[in-house]
């Protein structure tokens, strides 16, 4: 597990662990800067966010951030120095998995002390925080015809239906000319499955063309659905084409809409919120500030019950070790590494990709030198607690607590698997200002940084930069995001949901041939 609590501000640098080579700065720090609590002065212009060799770092040495090797340095660094990708070496090294060794069970707290919320309960049992119809493409050529019947049902043409938040379309840009067997076609119907099922939605309409590689029948087949009052299916070609599908989706929607808005809001306990955790350690702040906030409010999560979705499978490269060592048993650390090795061996081998070194220019202008750096951070929204299952993408999620879901990196997809697999609700840490958002689960985003939050405040639900600025503690910030996950989940609409995002976001992985 990374320390965090041995933290400390000092000046213009924030010191993260006492055998830490590195502190990072709390500012813009100019040349000749003293910093008496390190005993050095400033010998470049260093940005707020990047980090500052604390002594000496000789050729070879491996640079420690958190007490975690986040690289090595490529020549002597002084003191004073800001140190990163021109002067750090990213290179692979050994770690110890470890597995289960730090496993400690979670301390529930009783039923009747668990906080609550008001969801929307379905006929099996499931919850949702949201109250949508919505309408799925097999393939990308009956993608404007979903779109059609979802532009159809303006806010004016539902305001009789107070109850439905609204009506959406999930396109996408696959379905044909790809592997008709194999993982990626089982990946994209798992993903279409999990939406279709989705306690957020009160019911779905799924539209094919009727030629295309994934065919309706063999959707339905694989995943164990059955066309009924909650889900119907039409096929373009045996409809009429364009024109008549879209009558016809539309007619069936409106059919729907009655029974949509029967679905009311009841009180039921936090231990049905499924919590997708997204964004990686976007800056040199997010591994200080909103990522262990959000760790912090996943722990206060896990405690009553609830789950939290780590994901991100490159976005925790170079600290799995740390993740592993909290599993519940060395079944679970093992299907971790299996995925990480997939990664590394199979899907990535010679590409020009972040779990090769590389992060993006927006991270690299952020402060973070390479992925080691990056996956620290984006580890800490996880929480401290056990890990107690891994999951393939866009698998159901059926295990209580924290959990892990292999993903890639790039948030859309990312967050497109993990309501796949159940999430209700998707919280978003930024350090350089995502303009991100989802549906049917509803995202909530956590600055990193006040001047980023400031300047982007339409866009922000929390400013997790109040911890930097010293005004309120990391535990004190993850209640604050707890409480946010109770009234977002209860029907408060999120910066994300007011500005209209999340009807672009649904983006299923490709990771198959295209033919």
């Known amino acids: 597990m990374i320390e965090i609590s041995e933290k400390k501000v000092i000046g213009p640098i924030i010191r993260l662990h006492p055998n830490d080579n590195v502190v990072v700065a709390r500012i813009d720090a100019s040349i000749g800067m003293q910093v008496p609590s390190e005993n050095f002065s400033i010998r470049s212009q260093v940005p707020a966010g990047y980090k500052i060799a604390a002594r000496k770092i000789n050729k070879g040495e491996p640079i420690l951030k958190y007490n975690v090797i986040v690289g090595f340095a490529n020549t002597d660094i002084d003191a ?64 404007t015809v979903v779109k059609k019947i979802a532009e159809y049902f303006t806010p004016d043409r539902l305001a009789e239906y107070p109850n439905i938040d609204g009506v ?25 499955a999990g939406y279709a099922r989705h306690p957020n939605l009160a019911a779905a309409l ?51 809409l009655a029974n949509a808005n029967q679905f009311k809001r009841s009180t039921v306990s936090a231990s049905n919120l499924v919590v997708g955790l997204q964004c990686g350690g976007s800056d040199g702040f997010s591994s200080i500030t909103a990522n262990p906030a959000l760790g912090a409010a996943v722990d206060i999560l896990v405690r009553h019950g609830g789950t939290g979705i780590l994901s991100e499978t490159p976005e925790i490269y170079g600290v799995e070790h740390t993740l592993t060592r909290r599993a519940v048993s060395k079944e679970v650390g093992e299907k971790l590494i299996q995925r990480i090795r997939w990664w590394k061996d199979e899907y990535s081998v010679n590409r020009d990709v972040q ?52 993903t890639p990196g790039f948030d859309p997809v990312s967050a497109t698997g993990q309501i796949a697999g159940g999430a209700n609700l998707i919280a978003f840490t930024t350090g350089r200002g995502s303009m991100f958002g989802s549906k049917p689960a509803p995202c909530i985003k956590l600055a990193t940084n006040t001047p980023m939050y400031r300047r982007l405040t339409e866009d922000m639900d929390i400013n997790c930069g109040e911890i930097l600025d010293g005004t309120i503690s990391v535990q004190e910030m993850g209640q604050k995001i707890f409480e946010l996950f109770l009234r977002i989940a209860s029907g408060e609409k999120s910066k994300s949901e007011e500005l209209g995002l999340g009807d672009h976001e649904f983006v299923p992985w490709q990771i198959g041939i295209m033919s």
Do not use: W
């Not at 990708?85 to 529930?108: I, L, M, V």
């Open 355 to 406: 779990i090769n070194g590389k992060v993006s220019p927006g991270n690299q202008m952020g402060g973070l030198a390479n992925i080691f750096e990056k996956s620290l951070g984006s580890s800490m929204k996880g929480g401290t607690g056990p890990l107690m299952n891994v999951y393939r993408y866009a698998e159901p999620v059926t295990t209580k607590g924290f959990v892990f879901m292999d």
């Open 206 to 256: 799924i539209i094919g063309l009727g030629c295309e590689r994934n065919q309706l029948s063999g959707l339905l087949e694989q995943e164990g659905l059955q066309a009924n009052s909650r889900l119907h299916t039409f096929i373009m070609q045996e409809t009429g084409g364009t024109r008549k599908t879209i009558e016809a989706g539309i007619s069936a929607v409106k059919n729907l």
């Open 80 to 143: 004073g120095s800001m140190v990163h990708s021109h002067n750090t070496e990213f290179r692979e090294f050994d770690r110890d998995y470890a597995y289960a060794s730090e496993y400690k069970p979670t301390q529930f707290l009783p039923e009747n002390e668990r906080a609550t919320f008001k969801g929307i309960v379905r006929e099996d049992g499931k919850v949702g925080t949201r109250n949508y119809i919505g309408i799925l493409s097999t393939v990308n050529c009956s993608a």
């Open 168 to 192: 959406v379309a999930f396109a996408h840009s696959i379905g044909c000319g790809m592997e008709m067997t194999g993982e990626p076609m089982q990946l994209l119907r798992r993903t279409m």
